[in-house]
């Protein structure tokens, strides 16, 4: 798999639609969410018709039921479903999913009673917790990795965007089901029975598309020769989402955005009420949210390309913090509803963001119950909030703040469970931003400003370099050493400078050091020396070797960098990543490459490619390999800009040309006159 760079990108199809079996999958989501929506407007309004007259308080009550009934599942049942995507087939669970879900719904204009309503949404909810991560853990299967996160725009899209169309579709239903009542006396007095036929044909509609999908892979192909029981792979599933840092940090942001999100659906009602308005003004708060999300999700990360995903993440999720304590502060109902937009937008970032890189980042046969966990906890966060926050709100009461002699502010209830709300997203964010962050060293601000104005934000120290710094990542034969040699001949031919180098053992210190890291006989060197030695090297090659060269113009080119030894000793040896990139970062004094080639093959290959005895780190048992390569995989999804992954399995010349395509958009003009004087001076390995 390949990710081209902008060259190869005018040959990639304009949208992600294009690909057949996603855009079928993508139907038949779409038709599903708008079934969805319709499903909770038409299953609450039936909830209150059937119980009209019991009373206002049973009325909210009976509403209320519903909402539990479509929270329940996912607390009980969520990791099972998860368990069930990775293990089972995720085309025919889908279909079978859409099938029960369509009897279930159509049943319950048939059966017509509350205590039905609510068994039946239920259990429609326990059908769904296996629907939808069968369905996410088959999206990255379905279109190139370097796509995902424009498929799962659309997907998010579809998800939320068809809510007002389903409130719309709903309004217009029950007109129809009033003026149809007349000729079908059934639907009489049942003004959401229609809505209901309509969302159980989605389901129908949904199971005959993904029926026909014939390319979604079988969950695990090609991955474990026996599977686990289905108790282990839930354990798996959570101990690997415990266990893996950028996984923890992501999940605990998206959570902590939930947790706002609960707090001002809990008490947004009674917040707008204070403000002095009505439930329009309350539609147009609700309106707002979705109109932020959706701007978030589609501009976000596109205006924000030259900052790090990690960071925009983290960051996003701080500033949706900082926003929703203003809006409780703020007691101005037009500046709440823009605030409200702003928070929205912050929340769509911070949710495509975390959705595309647990995609990316997790392996195939542990995806479906990884989205499942977040799925389960988000939802347990969200009615936990939900719960709380009147309470907490209801609790505090109303008070008045003196200021000065005649102005009183006033700060009630929701204004509390807003401001904690705000500042425990806040707190959520710089968790998740410490935990993740991959370019520490870097100021957030400086960095955060230049990609604002579109451009990515060079330290200091590497401003006057004018040369061009590529490095070559990748586990054991690769093909590393075979292109970055390619490229170096083939960069000499277009009249650079190019010094052609090497990690580690670069320098007279570097090649010393080189012996010892991979010599065999030292079997047993401790992680923290480990780290700490190839950090040695790193130190003697950027001072020594590279910013001399990049200072003179010329074109570095290293075989391999820091990225090696947050793979190999940050994941591999199971060292803390923080600790391997600050050590790293001071090592180098902050200088990251322009571009890094990843070639991308599977330990398996890759170790077969090698003659000879293997040194101390080859001969690292296959897990060892194949975490380091997971770890280079996900590095580059965190940075795409910065990156081109190669499929390290295609023929020589056909990698050489792709990185050569990449390479091309970034090279500046060629062989400025010093370095051509300075030639031969250089005390690096050159071709
Ligand atoms: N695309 C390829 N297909 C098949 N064989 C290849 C390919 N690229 C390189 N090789 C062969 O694989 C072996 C290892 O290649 P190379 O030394 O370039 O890998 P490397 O990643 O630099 O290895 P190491 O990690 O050990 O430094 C060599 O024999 C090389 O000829
Ligand atoms: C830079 C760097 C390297 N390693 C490991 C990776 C390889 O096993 C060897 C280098 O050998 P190669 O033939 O040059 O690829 O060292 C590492 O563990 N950490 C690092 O930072």
Known sequence: MTTPGRNTARRKPPTVLAYAPFRKLWTAMSVCSLGDWLNLLALTALAGNLTMDAGYQAQSLAIGGVFVAKMLPAIVLGPLAGAFADRFDRRLTMFFCDLLRFALVLSIPLVGSYQWVIIATFLVECVNLFWVPAKDATVPNLVPKERLEEANQLNLLVTYGTAPVAALLFAVLSVANDLLSRLVPFLAQRETYLALFINALAYLISAVIIFSLKEIPKAGSGVATSTPSVLRQIFEGWRFVGGNRLTRGLIIGMLGAFAAGG????????????????????????????????????????????????????????????????????????????????????????????????????????????????QSLARVTLLLVVAVAPTVAG?????????????????????????????????????????????????????????????????????????????????????????????????????????????????????????????????????????????????????????????????????????????????????????????????????????????????????????????????????????????????????????????????????????????????????????????????????
Not at 328 to 341: F, K, R, S
Not at 490 to 517: C, F, H, N
Not at 662 to 679: F, H, I, W
């Open 263 to 374: 707090a001002v659906v809990g008490v947004a009602k009674i917040y707008v009420n204070a403000l002095g308005g009505g439930d329009a003004a309350y539609g147009v708060v609700f309106g707002a949210v979705f109109v932020g999300m959706a701007s978030g999700m589609f501009f976000g990360p596109r205006l924000m390309r030259e900052l790090s995903r990690r960071r925009l993440f983290g960051l996003a999720i701080v500033v949706a913090g900082l926003v929703l304590a203003a809006i409780a502060l703020i007691h101005n109902l037009v500046i709440v509803v823009l605030l409200t937009v702003l928070l929205g937008a912050c929340a769509g970032i911070a949710w495509i963001i975390g959705y595309t890189m647990i995609g990316l980042e997790v392996d195939d046969g542990l995806r479906g119950r990884t989205f499942s966990f977040l």
């Open 395 to 687: 609790l505090f009461g109303e008070r008045e703040i003196k200021m000065g002699q005649e102005t009183v502010y006033r700060f009630d209830g929701s204004n509390l469970v807003l401001v904690i709300g705000g500042l425990l997203a806040a707190i959520v964010g710089i968790v998740a931003l410490r935990q993740m962050d991959d370019r520490k060293g870097v100021p957030i601000v400086a960095d955060l400003i230049a990609a604002v104005r579109g451009e990515r934000f060079v330290p200091e120290t590497a401003e006057q370099a004018r040369g061009m710094f590529i490095a070559f990542e990748g586990g054991e034969g690769s093909g590393k050493t075979t292109q970055s040699r390619l490229l170096a001949i083939w960069l000499r031919d277009q009249g650079y400078d190019v010094v052609q180098t090497r990690e580690p053992g670069s320098t007279k210190v570097g090649m010393r050091l080189r012996a010892i890291l991979l010599d065999a006989v030292h079997q047993g060197l401790s992680a923290r020396s480990e780290a700490l030695l190839y950090a040695a090297d790193r130190a003697e090659h950027v001072e020594k070797v590279i910013r001399p060269a990049l200072y003179r113009g010329s074109m570095v080119i290293s075989d391999r960098y820091v990225d090696s030894s947050l793979a190999y000793q940050g994941a591999g040896r199971a060292l803390d990543p923080g600790d391997v990139t600050r050590i790293n970062s001071w090592a180098t004094g902050g200088l990251v490459p322009d571009l890094t080639v990843l070639i991308d093959t599977p330990p398996s290959v890759g170790l077969a490619r090698l003659g000879g005895a293997a040194d101390r780190i080859e001969s690292e048992p296959l897990e060892f390999h194949e975490r380091v390569r997971r770890e280079f995989r996900a590095l580059a999804a965190a940075e795409p800009e910065r990156y081109v992954v190669i499929d390290g399995t295609l023929p020589q010349e056909e990698i050489a040309r792709l990185i050569q395509d990449r390479v091309r958009e970034v090279l500046p003009d060629p062989v400025p006159q010093e370095s051509e004087d300075a030639t031969g001076t250089i005390p690096a390995i050159r071709d």
